[in-house]
Structures are given as C-alpha cells and as structure tokens.
C-alpha cells in the first residue's frame, strides 16, 4: 500500500493533527513493522524518523485522579491526593536516538510548518490578494447605494 501523502492530509485534517501524528509512533512488537501510532491506530506506516528520535514507549503512570466538581481528589484523612493508573504515556528513552527530544520537537514542527506549506504554497498571496478583493466590494458597495438613491430620487 502506498504510504499516505503528508501534504493531503495537513489539507485534510491540519498541521496540528500532522504534528501529533508525527511524534506520536512508539514500539509495539505486535505490529508488522514494530511501531504504532496513538493518533491513527494500527498504522500501515513505517516509524521512517525512528533513528532520529530513538526508542519511544506507551507506559502507565500514576496521575491524580480528578473529582466530580472539576477538581483533584483528595484522601477526607490525610489530606493527599488520590491517584490511579492510567496507560497510554509516551515516553522516550533518552540516548537512544541521534537527537534528543527538544531538537527532534522543533525538526518535528519544522517539518510540519514545510508540509503545511507544501499543501498551499499560495495561500499567502490568495489572503494579500483577497483584502483588495473585499476593499474592492465595499467601495462597489457605497457606490452602488449612492445610485440606488440617485434612482430613487426619479421615482418619486
């Protein structure tokens, strides 16, 4: 199958939804290609930035557990907070890859700003164009309503 085209889907589903996509992929030996993906589970796509960011893997933590009224819930006794498990955190294993994490964040949202580009390079002339195109409308606009009245002079 062919692998997606990066530049459609920033179209598609935006640069925010590439980006998580992007660093979201952590090892999962089940898989065919030994990877999977949080964002788009079960992926057909290879890790390709496997090397640059190293071994990265879906652990459980203990977080504080949140209260019905919105808030963190705490033990009536002792006063801590209460906390349970929950899976699902990625984590990478430092060393591992040829960039630590922040270089490989900031190679990600480069990389994702160059596919944002890449999938509308015009954009910026359409929107420099499209503000002459509404002063244009509204000139036309008063223009158009002066006439209207100067019409309405001979009618009545």
Known sequence: IVPPDLTLEVSLKG????????????IDETRPF????????????????????????????????KSSNGGLKQDPITGELVKIEKCGFLVTEEGTGEINSEEFDKSMRDLTNFL??????????REYIGKFVILY???????????????QKDVH
């Open 15 to 26: 640069a925010d939804w590439i980006y998580t996509y992007l660093k979201s992929f952590y």
């Open 137 to 151: 409308l509204l000139i036309f606009t008063i223009f158009s309503y002066l006439l209207y009245r100067e019409f």
């Open 34 to 65: 030994g990877v999977n993906n949080k964002v788009y589970e079960n992926v057909g796509m290879p890790h390709v930035l496997f090397n640059l960011q190293g071994n990265q893997n879906s652990v459980c933590k203990q977080v504080p557990q």
């Open 116 to 125: 944002a580009y890449m999938s509308d390079p015009i954009k910026e002339k």
